[in-house]
């Protein structure tokens, strides 16, 4: 695993070189994906942008929810699911798809949260704990300290200091999400996955979590699929646009949602029949 | 790039349309203005100073039309959250009718002079020179709204180099009226007005020049104020290589 090269530039494509000023927290490279013979992402070639949020975001069926899944290999819960090309993990280059590689691992390292908010059926404490205990964490004062780092982190401590022990499914929807957030965060993973994390959520929930992504990105790196492409315009600092499973177009999010190199991106960020 | 087509291309009707309507209005508005500035024109070449005061009464139109144009964009900003072209579209709109309201204002002002200057003595070719500068400023202005309807940044470009020829009509001008204060003091307090109404019209082309400047950011993306139109050009060429590129790729 050490004979891994420095990050390079991703290669030019169709969009033009991706240029990030960032360091690079993981490399994409001629990554497809099949669900059996049906190729659902089509050789993609991205950086993500360490300690940035980066938005994937496309019509219904554009592979960006495949395409986030695959970097912490949930697909591999169904046979015959196949990744081709590489998804390098920096700064220790481990290849998150690569079949050596244990998923296990990958997810302990790799956070996610999904569209609807899915506490477990415990206390507020013990959801955010559960990853901990997951890792061996016995030591009952480090798991105090990180769930309530991770409440903090996730805008939660708050509302729920007093009330640690009551049942999750106790809190309302965005808080719920929140609580998810944390429990993602508590084992401090190197990568955050959003998948549409707010859609269920009302306007001021979502507000909410919009304003925690933006203080997340400070310590974590985030990569969140949204439907809304006004989210993605707001929080995000990057903007990749996939279609039928292309990566079409990639830019710092500024540019993309101004001036979009491509007619299809701007086709779509625009409403128009494409 | 875009395309006048792209602007009806919207999954929205509504919002096809409302885009259309803006863009409607502010080119009505340009052509209340091209008006304007044809009639304090011929009112102060002619000594019409009935057209000139009908000319000052009419800026309240352009000022009407101006806050309906930004009030419409405003709406369209906060409901549709326009992204891209639509926004640098109506961003366009709304930086354009500034500028033609200002056209309005100089037209008002030359209007105003065309009153007094039609109460004083008449040198004996008229005003030749002020109708010279005068109708290569209406020609720009004319040219340079009409880019913005068609959305011809090339044009526009075009239009924009105008700009400079006019400025150096209008330099000439005050050289001429300074000549003419020296050799006649009597004639200093006509000259001065003669003098403002070149102002004017140089400002007017000024206005028409950064109309110039927001088609082409509008159809390129491309923000070229302040840099030189030699520059803006080859930032233009290169943009129109790289769409052709991708229009061969693409096939």
Redesign the interface.
């Known amino acids: 695993m050490n004979d891994i090269p420095a990050p390079q530039p991703a290669p030019a494509t ?1 969009t033009g070189p991706a240029t990030i000023e960032q360091p690079i927290k993981a490399s994409v490279r001629h990554l497809s994906f099949y669900y059996d013979s049906y190729r659902a992402v089509t050789d993609v070639n991205l950086d993500i942008a360490e300690r940035r949020i980066t938005a994937l975001i496309g019509a219904s069926g554009c592979g960006k929810s495949t395409f986030l899944r695959c970097f912490n290999r949930m697909h591999d819960l169904y046979p015959g699911n196949r990744y081709e090309g590489s998804i390098i993990l920096r700064p220790k280059g481990l290849d998150i798809v690569a079949r050596n590689v244990d998923p296990i691992g990958i997810r302990m390292r790799i956070g996610m949260v999904f569209q609807k908010p899915n506490p477990f059926p415990k206390s507020i404490f013990d959801n955010v704990a559960y990853g901990l205990k997951v890792r061996g964490i016995r030591d009952r004062r480090l798991i105090e300290e990180r769930v309530e780092r991770a409440l903090r982190q996730a805008f939660l401590w708050e509302e729920t200091r007093d009330r640690l022990g009551d049942s999750a499914m106790t809190l309302s929807g965005g808080q719920q999400q929140r609580l998810c957030i944390a429990r993602a965060l508590a084992p401090e993973p190197e990568l955050l996955l959003l998948d549409e994390p707010t859609s269920a959520l009302d306007p001021v929930a979502t507000a909410n979590i919009e304003e925690l992504l933006s203080e997340l990105k400070r310590e974590v790196t985030i990569l969140i699929v949204t439907h809304n ?2 989210q993605a ?1 707001r929080v995000s600092d990057y903007t990749a646009f996939m279609h039928l499973g292309v990566l079409v177009e990639f830019g710092v999010t500024d540019q993309l ?7 299809q ?3 779509y ?5 494409g | ?2 395309d006048t087509q ?1 602007l009806s ?4 009707h509504e ?1 096809n349309k409302e885009l259309e309507d803006v863009r409607g209005k502010l080119l009505t508005m340009g052509g209340q203005v091209e008006q304007q500035i044809h009639q304090a024109l011929r009112a102060l070449v002619e000594g019409d100073s009935k057209l000139g005061e009908e000319v000052e009464r009419q800026d309240y139109l352009i000022n009407k039309m101006e806050v309906a144009i930004d009030d419409e964009c405003s709406r369209i900003l906060a409901r549709r ?8 579209l109506v961003i366009a709109i709304i930086k354009a009718s500034t500028d033609i309201e200002r056209m309005g204002d100089e037209a008002e002002k030359i209007g105003r002079l065309a009153v007094a200057l039609a109460g004083m003595d008449r040198p004996p070719h008229g005003y030749l020179e002020l109708d010279h500068l005068g109708g290569l400023v209406e020609t720009m202005v004319r040219n340079a709204l009409d880019t913005f309807a068609r959305l011809d940044a090339e044009a526009a470009l075009a239009v924009a180099r105008e700009d400079f020829r006019i400025n150096r009509e209008y330099e000439a001008l005050t050289r001429q009226c300074i000549t003419f204060m020296m050799e006649d003091p009597r004639n200093i307090r006509r000259v001065l007005d003669v003098m403002w109404c070149g102002r004017s019209l140089e400002r007017i082309g000024d206005h028409a020049k950064n109309i110039c400047e927001y088609v082409i950011y509008l159809v ?3 923000d070229i104020r302040h840099t030189s139109l030699d520059d803006a050009e080859r930032a233009i060429r290169a943009k129109n290589r ?1 769409a052709e590129q ?1 229009a061969e ?1 693409a096939e």
């Not at chain 1, 960020?269 to 029949?273: D, S």
């Not at chain 2, 291309?9 to 929205?12: A, D, K, V």
């Not at chain 2, 959250?81 to 640098?88: C, I, Y």
Request: hydrophobic content about 35%; charged content about 20%.
């Open positions: 169709a492409m006004q315009a949602f101004t001036t979009p190199r491509e007619k991106t701007e086709d960020i625009t409403g128009r029949y | 790039m875009i792209s291309q919207h999954i929205s919002f959250q326009p992204a891209a072209s639509d926004l640098r390129h993306g491309k790289a991708a790729q």
